[in-house]
């Protein structure tokens, strides 16, 4: 299966400021298939990022993901209070699905 | 509007069995590849179990292979997760999902149903 390893484990960040998530997959990731998900306290995760840089349907134009093969991003590029959320990679090229363990930018 | 329902959550002694159900509505179920995900307390997300549209092509875990079973009822619009011999680390909330797939954006979570393992 393909681990997925985030990094950093927490991002301490002030609001305004540009964050950078990493998703390094232990092989190459086909055809980018590589999402981003945000999740909040006692929600369910949502839908940020498919195809590695493509926004899914309402998402604001502050997030953007770029990557390809193994080495993957996510960048939001100023911090909203309501970004403020742990962060999960997931790739579906190959079963089983898997997820990264999640990056929480927390305010600093 | 598309809703995906989890019931059959609860308290269960180890060693116990649930079934979990995922009601559909909004979308036909029969098009779509599922997921089960769970979130252990303070976890991540973790793939549980997919089930292809017709349910002929299934897969588990490793952590859960011979103990948990996915199947479905296509034309009840309803998923399952029939899971034995539970352990206190199978603890966690467990989704039904519609996820983004090649050639699809859609991607739908239900709320969760919490399933505890414990004496």
Not at chain 1, 52 to 71: V, Y
Not at chain 2, 26 to 52: E, I
Not at chain 2, 57 to 77: E, L, Q
Not at chain 2, 82 to 95: C, G, H, I, K
């Amino acid at each position: 299966e393909i681990v997925l390893t985030q990094s950093p484990g927490t991002l301490s960040l002030s609001p305004g400021e540009g964050a950078t998530l990493s998703c390094r997959a232990s092989q190459s990731v086909s055809s980018s298939y590589l999402a981003w998900y945000q999740q909040k306290p006692g929600q369910t995760p949502r839908l940020l990022i498919y195809g590695a840089s493509s926004r899914a349907t309402g998402i604001p134009d502050r997030f953007s993901g770029s990557g390809s093969g193994t080495d993957f991003t996510l960048s939001i590029s100023r911090l909203e209070p309501e970004d403020f959320a742990v962060y999960y990679c997931h790739q579906y090229d190959s079963s089983p699905r898997t997820f990264g363990q999640g990056t929480k930018v927390e305010i600093k | 509007e598309v809703q995906l329902v989890e019931s059959g959550g609860g308290l269960i002694q180890p060693g116990g069995s649930l079934r979990l159900s995922c009601a559909a509505s909004g979308f036909t179920l029969s098009n779509s590849w599922m997921y089960w995900v769970r979130q252990g307390p303070g976890k991540g997300l973790v793939g549980v179990a997919y089930s292809s549209s017709d349910g002929s092509i299934t897969g588990h875990a490793d952590s859960v292979k011979g103990r948990f079973t996915i199947s479905r009822d296509n034309a009840r619009n309803t998923l399952y997760l029939q899971m034995n011999s539970l352990r206190a680390e199978d603890t966690a909330v467990y989704y039904c999902a519609k996820l983004v797939r090649r050639g699809s954006r859609d991607d739908y979570w239900g709320q969760g149903t919490l399933v505890t393992v414990s004496s």
